[in-house]
């Protein structure tokens, strides 16, 4: 999943592990916190998730340690 945000971090924007599925989650970035949306339901007013940026970067190091012990 991708950590770093794009250049406009305030765009939404695909995990770069979604590939070419339709199904996906789109992640935005906001100084304080991250938000994600299903991409099926991308429509400005659309409901997400809202994580606290200390929570953000706790569950991509769980989910990077993870994906460590697949391989």
């Known amino acids: ?3 770093k945000p794009p250049a406009n971090h305030k ?3 695909q995990s770069s592990h979604s590939g070419h599925f ?3 989650v789109e992640v935005r970035f906001e100084p304080e916190r991250a938000l994600v ?3 099926d ?3 400005h007013d659309s409901p997400c998730l809202e ?3 200390p ?3 706790a569950f991509l190091g ?3 340690h993870e994906h460590e012990h697949e391989r």
């Open 1 to 3: 999943m991708t950590e």
């Open 37 to 39: 949306r299903d991409s």
């Open 41 to 43: 339901n991308s429509h």
């Open 22 to 24: 339709e199904s996906c």
């Open 11 to 13: 765009e939404w924007f």
């Open 62 to 64: 769980l989910i990077s």
């Open 51 to 53: 994580f606290s940026a």
């Open 55 to 57: 929570a953000w970067k």
